[in-house]
């Protein structure tokens, strides 16, 4: 199995690590790319990070994958690639709601 690290630092250090060059250079819109990036890994970091604490951190136990993580960081570049600015509340919904389920 591939158990998160503990801690924040180190779940954004694996995340990090699993991006290549490519896909961090890969967008056009390369400064908001980037940092909706961070913000998608920081995100997903804090809610691994949070299934530790069971049910003080979550009322029913949810299993996140990298799965999660990967389709969003792909749905990020496709939006910003295909629109003319940043389409925040898509971004949003499709990420919250659609990848993550709901469950956040």
């Not at 056009?28 to 961070?38: G, I, N, P, Q």
């Not at 029913?60 to 993580?69: A, G, L, T």
């Not at 990420?95 to 709901?102: F, H, K, L, Q, S």
């Given at each position: 199995t591939?158990?998160?690290?503990?801690?924040?630092?180190?779940?954004?250090?694996?995340?990090?690590?699993d991006i290549t060059t490519e896909?961090?250079?890969?967008c056009?819109?390369?400064?908001?790319?980037?940092?909706?990036?961070?913000a998608l890994a920081f995100f997903h970091a804090a809610i691994l990070e949070r299934r530790k604490f069971?049910?003080?951190g979550w009322n029913?136990?949810?299993?996140?994958?990298?799965?999660?993580?990967?389709v969003s960081r792909e749905q990020v570049?496709?939006?910003l690639e295909s629109q003319p600015g940043v389409p925040w509340i898509t971004l949003k919904y499709i990420?919250?709601?659609?990848?993550?389920?709901?469950r956040v």
């Open positions: 591939n158990e998160p690290p503990k801690g924040l630092r180190a779940n954004l250090s694996r995340t990090f690590q896909i961090y250079e890969g056009s819109k390369s400064r908001e790319y980037k940092k909706l990036l961070y069971g049910p003080i029913v136990p949810y299993e996140w994958m990298d799965s999660d993580f990967q570049q496709m939006y990420i919250a709601e659609v990848n993550y389920g709901g």
